[in-house]
């Protein structure tokens, strides 16, 4: 029995050669439509540009497949499909994530300074809350985006995962849960973290140590991403004093021509980072009450790809 004769339940006529074609068009016109709106789910699941797109190709793949009469709704077929997909590239990843080099921190995005309008979007794909969203499970990772940040109901998220509405909103419960007690605290606009941002660019410029530890929050946390290809921390460094220190002797050595960029990293203010005139990483931040909170630094060049150029995301 043929994919279409299942999903109705009756023997499927074969399209002619003009219906195939009209098919195709129609399934080409709702994925270019819809296609911001499933990299941005496919990104959010995974922290990763790079398997988002990989995602997106398998999701065209198989819609390009489907006889476009039997699909009632083109938006939500699609996030389902892509759900899947992701879902099923999420569990691979945390198998490959047992055995990275050091931290592991999101893949970066150059974003339009639009995005930062949508309060929502811009905080949903901020570095600091896609690692709140690494300490979900899979499956709680997908229900906690499909929902609160996408807003789908109950019943489209249960299709698109595999569960009874029931147990989506038990998992949607648990996953707010999770992600409330981790989250950064309150909405910080742009404009602070610019200010913020200016004011620890010209401390390390300068190695001036006084003026980086009046910047840092005392809690402040700095993560880097090397991948084993870089020189990067192996583990987080936490601290206002052993940040600055590490900073202030780090940031100028002898010999290197270090130089950064404000640019637009996931929707909030960073900093692009060039050695001797070559990306040589990003630098995106947490601001906390005007300190800076988070410093999430990321050199792994596997990871870079995505800050050459703007990626568009979207809800």
Known sequence: MSERSERTGGTAEPLDHAGRVDSVDSATEAFVAHRNLLFTVAYEMLGSATDAEDVLQETWLRWVGVDQATVREQRAYLVRIVTRQALDRLRALGRRKESYVGPWL???????????????????????????????????????????????????????????????????????????????????????????????????????LQSLLDILAPDVVALSDGGGVKHALLRPVVGAEKVARLLASGWNKHGVKRSVEPIQVNGSPGLLVRLNGEIDGVLAVRVDNGYIAGLYHVRNPEKLSHVEQQTEVSR
């Open 106 to 208: 999101p893949e970066p995005l150059l974003t339009a300074p639009d995005v930062a309008e949508d309060v929502e979007l811009a905080d949903s794909v901020s570095m600091a809350m896609l690692l709140v969203l690494e300490t979900l499970q899979p499956t709680e990772r997908a229900v906690f985006v499909l929902r609160e940040v996408f807003d789908l109901d109950y019943d489209e998220i249960a299709e698109a995962v595999d569960k009874t509405p029931a147990a989506v909103r038990q998992l949607a419960y648990r996953a707010r849960a999770h992600v409330a007690a981790r989250r950064p605290r309150g909405t910080v606009s742009p404009a602070e973290t610019r200010a913020a941002l200016h004011a620890f660019q010209r401390a390390v410029q300068t190695g001036d």
